[in-house]
């Protein structure tokens, strides 16, 4: 998402904010395109809402990209697991329980959600073909709000109150895991894990 009068370009990793930032900027896309497996594709010709790639947007628009100042948001990886979980239920009628679901490759995930929500890493979203980090602020779901402050601050915008959009309504993700599909996320998603210090931790009050 790239906001022009702000000079400010939001990488929208699925499940970690976005529909809340979209509110919070006032984006407006037309048309709004979607592009179902982002990682195949090389250059778009047409800004978009859809989930982008950094490199995606970079590889596009090289002179805004390099000026603009790029921010995204990531989110501990067991909760985001459960997080798309449940709008997989609610969206393309998912039909099996967590841990089945998680222990079977996501069984019953369509194509398109599973190029979006599951197949790349975090990490994937933010980086270039040599793996560096090419966003300017990495901001923590757990800590949404005060680092939407500090997203203000740097853009020199004043901050608004803004709703928890898109939320998907379950327990902590502590819940739903046992311990054969909480050792699979590890393994899966190990490389955001470590490189962001995600722990598995038990029902505790977040920062929203």
């Not at 628009?61 to 459960?82: E, G, Q, T």
């Not at 996501?106 to 890493?121: H, K």
């Not at 109150?161 to 739903?176: F, L, Q, V």
């Amino acid at each position: 998402m790239i906001k022009h009068d702000l000079k400010f370009i939001y990488i929208h990793i699925p499940k970690t904010g976005g529909s809340t930032m979209g509110v919070a900027f006032a984006w407006k896309l037309e048309p709004h395109i979607p592009i179902d497996a982002p990682f195949e594709v090389k250059k778009v010709e047409q800004e978009t809402e859809t989930h982008l790639p950094a490199i995606l947007i970079k590889n596009s628009f090289p002179n805004i990209f390099n000026a603009y100042y790029k921010v995204c948001f990531v989110r501990n990886s067991w909760d985001l697991i459960v997080s798309a979980y449940f709008y997989l239920k609610t969206e393309c009628d998912l039909e099996y329980d967590f841990n089945t679901w998680v222990n079977n490759d996501f069984i019953g995930t369509p194509v398109r959600e599973r190029n979006i929500f599951l197949n790349p890493i975090q990490l994937d979203w933010i980086t270039d073909e040599e793996d560096n980090i090419i966003v300017d602020y990495i901001g923590r779901f757990e800590y949404f709000k005060k680092d939407l402050k500090k997203i203000y601050k740097k853009i020199k915008i004043k901050s608004i109150k803004i709703p928890h959009i898109n939320k998907t309504e379950h327990r902590h993700y502590s819940h739903y895991y046992n311990e054969k599909s909480r050792e699979i996320i590890r393994q899966k998603y190990r490389k955001d894990i470590d490189f962001f210090g995600f722990k598995f931790e038990f029902q505790k009050r977040l920062f929203w």
